[in-house]
């Protein structure tokens, strides 16, 4: 997160918090410095962005895939040097399960995170002769974090005339909890199976929701 503040996660002496900025180069530098040897890489930074197309500012676009995108790309590239060298290490990239099935009002947010996807398969493969490994986790609708209230700020205050309907619709249905969700807890068992088990899939859903889409 760019601003840790104390009493968010239990303390521990097993843990430490450090500032990033995933679009700031001197900012991923200083942090990749101060962690020491890394063994995972877990790319979860993210901002969503719920609109018509016509209603987005292109301001609002860039910084959806500055963070998602390059910020994704940024972060691997600052590990890889030494992943490489101790011939051992995880990426994990955090996208989305809106890139297995396409929902409306979210062509920015799942064209940045099926960019991740295409992203780390590829690159899956120029990194398996060091022995690093690449793996995607695809949650599915998580309304129990910050993500809605996130992705406000990118979505400005008016609503387009010409999609209001349709887009209260749509709100109305991203805030239906009646069917399955996912849950941070399920983020997290998923994130950990991709870092500890090399037999895991390339891509692993995380989620009731999003499992039920992988299988379908
Ligand atoms: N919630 C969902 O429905 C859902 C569904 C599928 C996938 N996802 C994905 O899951 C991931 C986590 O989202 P969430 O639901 O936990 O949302 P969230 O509560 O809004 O958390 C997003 C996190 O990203 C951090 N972040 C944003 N911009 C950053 C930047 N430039 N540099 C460093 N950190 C940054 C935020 O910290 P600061 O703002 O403090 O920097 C925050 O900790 C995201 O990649 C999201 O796209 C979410």
Same mark, same amino acid.
């Given at each position: 997160m760019r601003t840790p503040h104390d009493g968010l996660l239990p303390s521990s002496d097993r843990l430490r918090l450090l500032p990033l900025d995933v679009t @700031?180069? $001197? &900012?991923?530098?200083?942090? +990749? $410095?101060?962690a020491g040897p890394i063994d995972a890489l877990? #790319? #979860?930074a993210g901002v969503g962005l719920l609109a018509p197309l016509e209603g987005i500012a292109m301001a609002s676009a860039?910084? +959806?895939? $500055?963070? #998602?995108?390059?910020?994704t790309i940024a972060m691997t590239q600052a590990v890889l040097p030494q992943f490489r060298q101790q011939r051992a290490g995880v990426v994990v #990239? +955090?996208? &989305?399960?809106?890139?297995?099935?396409?929902?409306p009002l979210l062509a920015v947010y799942t064209g940045s995170k099926a960019a991740v996807n295409a992203f780390t398969e590829s690159l899956a493969l120029e990194l398996a002769p060091f022995d690093v490994r690449m793996r995607l986790v695809l949650p599915g609708r998580a309304p129990g974090t910050r993500f809605g209230d996130n992705a406000r700020r990118l979505m /400005? $205050?008016?609503v387009h005339?010409?999609?209001? @309907? *349709?887009q209260q619709r749509v *709100?109305? /249905?991203v805030r239906d909890t009646s069917t399955p969700v996912t849950h941070a807890q399920d983020v997290a068992e998923a994130v950990w199976r991709a870092v500890t088990d090399p037999a895991a899939p390339m891509r692993i859903p995380a989620g009731a929701d999003a499992a039920a889409l992988a299988a379908a």
């Open positions: @700031d180069a $001197e &900012s991923i530098r200083r942090c +990749v $410095e101060a877990v #790319n #979860n860039r910084e +959806v895939f $500055e963070t #998602n995108t390059l910020g #990239n +955090v996208t &989305s399960s809106v890139t297995l099935m396409p929902l /400005g $205050e008016g005339e010409a999609y209001a @309907d *349709f *709100f109305a /249905g």
